[in-house]
């Protein structure tokens, strides 16, 4: 979250910035996946489920770049192949506007969708498709009905509310006080 908090603050829209953060989220991907590979590998450790620490000295475990084990490997790995994520879509948005658009408009509604996302959990009836499914159908519902609402309705209902809310708030709360 701080890598893309301190990306943030560069200019998005450089070509320059854009190619580098391509290059530096590569590189942390080799280095990050491909340093955990060849150590595992080098070090004869077995598949990172299978790792039983022999004492509290055992390092093996931390070799892994295993989704969501923690370890530098896992971290540098996927922040990397975030920033390549990141430099591909800033790339594309450059070149193809309207490529980007159902991810522009998806970025415009988050929170509905995410509220109608979690909502829509409850009609998921569990072993009537696979994980990937699901996923994929989830992202397209999202896509498509995102689009379709920017295009049609406009404002969003959630993002509208809590724009309101936010902004009456500001109105009525004390001014602060200077140090």
């Known amino acids: 979250m701080v890598i893309g908090l301190a990306i943030g603050r560069f200019d998005l829209a450089s070509v320059a910035f854009q190619r580098g953060l391509l290059a530096l989220g590569a590189g ?3 280095a990050g996946y491909g340093l955990s590979w060849v150590l595992q590998r080098f070090l004869d450790v077995p598949h990172p489920g299978e790792i039983r620490p022999t004492s509290a000295f055992d390092l093996r475990p931390m070799l892994s770049a295993a ?27 450059n070149r193809a506007p309207q ?3 159902p991810l522009v408009a998806a970025g415009a509604m ?12 409850h009609w998921l009836v569990p072993g009537t498709a696979t994980q990937y499914a699901q996923f ?14 920017k ?3 406009g404002p969003v209902p959630l993002e509208w ?6 902004h009456a708030t500001a109105r009525i709360a004390p001014p602060a006080r200077a140090p």
């Open 28 to 30: 942390m991907t080799v």
């Open 67 to 93: 989704a969501h084990s923690g370890t530098w490997f896992d971290v540098e790995g996927s922040a990397g192949l975030a920033m390549v994520v990141l430099a591909l879509g800033l790339i594309s948005a």
């Open 99 to 101: 490529l980007v658009h």
């Open 110 to 121: 988050s929170l509905t969708i995410y509220s109608v996302h979690v909502i829509s959990m």
């Open 136 to 149: 994929a159908v989830a992202v397209m519902v999202a896509l498509v009905g995102a689009t379709v609402w």
């Open 151 to 153: 295009r049609l309705v």
């Open 161 to 166: 509310v809590l724009s309101r809310v936010s």
